[in-house]
């Protein structure tokens, strides 16, 4: 009875734990690991055995710092079953990482929750940090901003729950013309979607009056086929065309 007790509130009860084959996963790949479940000291009930892909970022909303954090999405291993004391079993699991999400950069970060579901007792839980990183067309993408001579600023990749942001200073390209532009890319199983705001470098006391009113930034939303990406260089020179366009709208 002592044992019994001791195991519903942790004490002598069922571990579990996950192996990973690699803790970097792009956008639309696979993870592929293995469960492993050790019997504690008396037979238990397990309900059921599941992995949270759980996402956790912070972002700045005035002067205060907002934290986020949520399940992106729930994977069920197994369902109703005995474990006995000091058996183990093992179960290989594979799921695929869902396109769209904001990808690991500044403070937004995965992680794995492994656990299992036992009636009347403190749930054995196993936490792993995973990376989600950019698919190849999304790579690609960043990569193209920096040969164009952007760089990333301080903070670029946290993520508020509705977008995720990266801002860019120009270095060469644009470094006459722009104060900065932010890009809120998504990408997706075909294309990546990307919302851009440009922002113009403010000259005299006209482009002053026009920043402190907002009016030397413009946004504008594009896609782009991953069957139109060939190359960096080809897609710098895509980037460049709508930079060039747009900022010729701004007053």
């Given amino acids: 009875m002592l044992t019994k007790l001791l195991a519903s509130i942790g004490i002598g009860s069922a571990r579990v734990n996950l192996e990973v084959a690699g803790t970097a996963v792009p956008l639309g ?3 592929n690991g293995t469960i492993r ?9 397990v ?13 700045k909303a005035g002067d205060q710092t907002r934290n986020i954090r949520r399940i992106i999405g729930t994977v069920t291993v197994g369902e109703k079953m005995v474990v006995r004391p000091g058996e183990e079993k093992v179960y290989p699991v594979s799921f695929q990482i869902p396109f769209g999400l904001p990808i690991s950069r500044g403070r937004t970060r995965y992680f794995l929750q492994t656990g299992l579901d036992i009636p009347q007792a ?7 940090p995973i990376q989600i990183v950019p698919n190849r067309e999304f790579k690609m ?7 164009l001579g952007f760089r990333e600023k301080p903070g670029c990749g946290d993520y508020n729950g509705r977008f995720q942001e990266f801002e860019y200073r120009p270095t060469t390209y644009f470094a006459r013309e722009l104060d ?3 890009v809120y890319p998504v990408a997706g199983e075909r294309e990546l979607v990307v919302v851009m705001q440009l922002d113009k470098k ?4 006209f482009g002053s009056l026009l920043d402190e009113l907002d009016l030397d930034e413009r946004f504008v939303r594009f896609t782009i086929p991953y069957s139109e990406i060939d190359s960096v260089a080809g897609l710098a020179g895509m980037l460049r065309s709508i930079i060039e366009r747009e900022y010729r709208k701004i007053i």
Avoid: C
Avoid at 37 to 45: A, D, L
Avoid at 47 to 59: E, G, M, P, V
């Fill in 29 to 31: 790949g696979i993870l």
């Fill in 37 to 45: 479940i050790q019997g504690g000291n008396v037979e238990q009930q």
């Fill in 47 to 59: 309900d059921k055995i599941y992995i949270n892909l759980i996402l956790s970022s912070a972002y």
């Fill in 122 to 128: 403190i749930d054995p839980v196993d936490h792993d």
């Fill in 141 to 147: 993408f960043f990569d193209a901003l920096r040969f």
């Fill in 180 to 182: 900065e532009i932010e």
């Fill in 202 to 205: 403010a000259r005299g006391l």
